[in-house]
Each structure stands twice: as structure tokens, then as C-alpha cells.
């Protein structure tokens, strides 16, 4: 297989309030990733938000809230690029080429769809239907060769390399008569989430923490107040033994589990280092100083996303030039493409006709 250069591709949707989940399992790792030696590209995915209907006005604010979120919480839109899906047109063309690869076969396996739609898929959007392709599209734009992924996502991902696998062999022979050797994508590996990547509704630790949840008291939002946050810690459902001192003593204890996955991973510890400090205690004794772990964190951030979201010029100054710096490397994937398809594509050399 052919080499290609490390790229990171992740996105987050703009839908309803960012939680607790979403920073543990996704912007946490952006601010990380930003230490590796490679190009990471952070994208707002509004396309996919339109799947399910949206109101307009509304989704303009949830794309800036997202992006001042990823910029609240230490991403650097000049070492990483920060942008919103809509304005790289790439994408929405590669996924209609990746239509016409991906097999019909493969879209019916996709658990995600079946759940998000339910019992009236007869009345579900074929952009729901379609999502994983679109996916695909998103980080094969930029020939991503790591993207970090929860478990909900992981099957997606699993598209994605079939895509790239079916992409590579059915022009094999136009991929290399073009110059670009065995493959032209790659075949993008998961960056596997650290102690917390599924974070648990605080209600009930057998359901993921959601933005759609009806009860606000199951997820800790990023715009939350520090006492709101310490509030929420206290009453979350938790049952009446103390916490165990091995691991293993919280596999039947769902709520204890999420718990001390929420504190190792806002510490930067394990499981293990979390239960060597807490093993024995009451909840009454983890619960304080877990409240104060999440506002020593958290705080900052939703006031930091207050200052941003007053100011939505430079938000959007932010996303047209991070837009500007990802449309130059889909632009070079999606003109490779056609080539290798067989498109005839607009020569900026031709004269016009007379």
C-alpha cells in the first residue's frame, strides 16, 4: 500500500447544546492532537445536521457555538484548521462519486441509521439514509489517514476503508497510469478514545449522555454555570455501596462506572489511578471532589464561549479561513478524482467560445 503523509480529519454535528460527551470524547482529543506532527483539520458538519430538519436561524447559532467551542477550548485555528463542511463544496461532490461505489448491500448493515429512523423509515430523508457515505466523503476529501472516532461512529469508519478499498480497485489501473501509485486513498485508522469516549447520561449510566435528552440534569452542557455544574454532579443517579478499589468491582455498576470514567479522564488518569485515590469512599466523599474537577475545567470554557459567541464576525472569520485552507486540499483530492474517473474537467487554460 502506497504511503501517504498523516492527516487527522474529526467533526462534530451542530445540533442542540455541546455536553460533557462531546468534550471528553471529541474536542479534548482536538486539543491533544494538536501536539502530534501532522496536519489536523477540525470541521463542523453542518450537512450532516440537516438530515433531520432544522430550523434555520437556529442552526446558524449551533455552528457558531460549535466553533467556539472547539476555540474555547484550546484549539488554534492557526496550527489546526477550523472550518464548517458547507462552504467545501468537495465534499458534497465526492460523496455523489462515492454513491456510485459504495454498494447498497453496505448502507442496509448500518445500525445507525435503523436507530435514528425507528419504526417510520418509509418517512426518514435519504440524507439520513445516505450519511456514512457522506462521511467517507468528509475525511477521504483530504486523504485522512487517522480519524478519532467513538463507538457510534466506529462502523462508519468501517465504510469509509471499504470505500477507499473499492475506490482503489475498481480504477486501479487509471490510478496508476495517473501517477499516483498502488492507491490513491489510504485506508484511514481510528484514533480509539481515552477512559471516558462514551460518557453516560448522568441519569442513567446504561444510555449515552445526549443533547436530546428531555431531562437537562442527564448531561453537563459546556455553557453550563460552575454551580450548575457542581449541582448536577451531586444529584447524578448513583447507587448506595462504596467505590470498589479494583476495576472489576464496577462492572455490574453502570453509574459508578461513568462516574469515575468522567473523573480519570478530566484528570488525565485511569480508571485504576482513580480507584486507588477513591476505592473504599462513600460517593458522598467523590462526589465534591469530582464536581470540582468538572468546574476547574469546564468553567473556563463556557465563559470563554460566551466572549466568542458575542462576537460572531470573528467566528466566521475564523471558519471562511479555515473553509479557504481545507477547499485547497479537497480541491487537489476531487481534481485527481475526476481524472481517475474519467471526467473531462475546465482547463483555467481553454479560450472562450466566439
Not at 451542530?14 to 491533544?32: D, I
Request: charged residues 25%.
Amino acid at each position: 500500500m502506497a504511503a501517504f503523509t498523516e492527516l487527522v480529519f474529526s467533526g462534530v454535528q451542530p445540533t442542540g447544546n455541546l455536553h460533557l460527551g462531546n468534550y471528553l470524547g471529541a474536542v479534548k482529543r482536538f486539543v491533544e492532537m494538536q501536539e502530534r506532527d501532522a496536519q489536523c483539520l477540525y470541521c463542523v458538519v453542518d450537512m450532516h445536521a440537516i438530515t433531520v430538519w432544522q430550523d434555520p436561524e437556529a442552526l446558524r447559532g449551533q455552528i457558531r457555538e460549535v466553533t467556539a467551542a472547539f476555540l474555547a477550548a484550546g484549539i488554534d485555528p492557526k496550527r489546526a484548521i477550523v472550518f464548517n463542511q458547507s462552504q467545501v463544496p468537495q465534499h458534497a461532490e465526492l460523496a455523489w462519486v462515492f454513491n456510485c461505489v459504495a454498494r447498497l448491500g453496505w448502507l442496509n448493515r448500518m445500525t445507525q441509521f435503523k436507530e435514528k429512523a425507528g419504526k417510520d423509515r418509509e418517512n426518514a430523508s435519504i440524507g439520513l439514509y445516505d450519511y456514512p457515505v457522506l462521511m467517507a466523503a468528509d475525511i477521504l476529501a483530504y486523504r485522512a489517514t487517522h480519524v478519532p472516532v467513538g463507538e457510534d461512529q466506529k462502523q462508519h469508519l468501517e465504510l469509509t476503508r471499504d470505500i477507499a478499498q473499492k475506490f482503489n480497485t475498481d480504477f486501479s489501473g487509471s490510478i496508476a497510469a495517473h501517477g499516483h501509485g498502488e492507491a490513491f486513498f489510504p485506508m484511514t485508522e481510528p484514533l480509539i478514545g481515552g477512559p471516558a469516549a462514551r460518557v453516560m447520561s448522568l441519569r442513567d449510566g446504561s444510555k449515552k449522555m445526549s443533547k436530546s435528552d428531555p431531562s437537562d440534569n442527564a448531561r453537563i452542557n459546556l455553557t453550563d454555570e460552575a454551580d450548575t455544574i457542581a449541582q448536577k454532579i451531586r444529584r447524578a443517579k448513583t447507587d448506595s455501596e462504596p467505590l470498589p478499589s479494583e476495576i472489576a468491582g464496577l462492572k455490574e455498576r453502570p453509574e459508578a462506572d461513568n462516574l469515575v470514567g468522567i473523573y480519570a479522564a478530566l484528570a488525565g488518569i485511569t480508571r485504576g489511578e482513580v480507584l486507588r485515590d477513591f476505592g473504599g469512599a462513600q460517593f458522598s466523599t467523590f462526589k465534591p471532589a469530582l464536581a470540582d474537577l468538572a468546574v476547574t475545567n469546564l468553567a473556563p470554557i463556557a465563559g470563554e464561549m460566551r466572549r466568542l459567541t458575542a462576537d460572531p464576525g470573528h467566528i466566521d472569520a475564523v471558519l471562511a479561513d479555515g473553509a479557504g485552507r481545507a477547499e485547497t486540499i479537497a480541491a487537489q483530492t476531487l481534481d485527481a478524482v475526476k481524472d481517475i474517473v474519467g471526467f473531462v474537467r475546465r482547463s483555467p487554460n481553454l479560450q472562450a467560445v466566439r
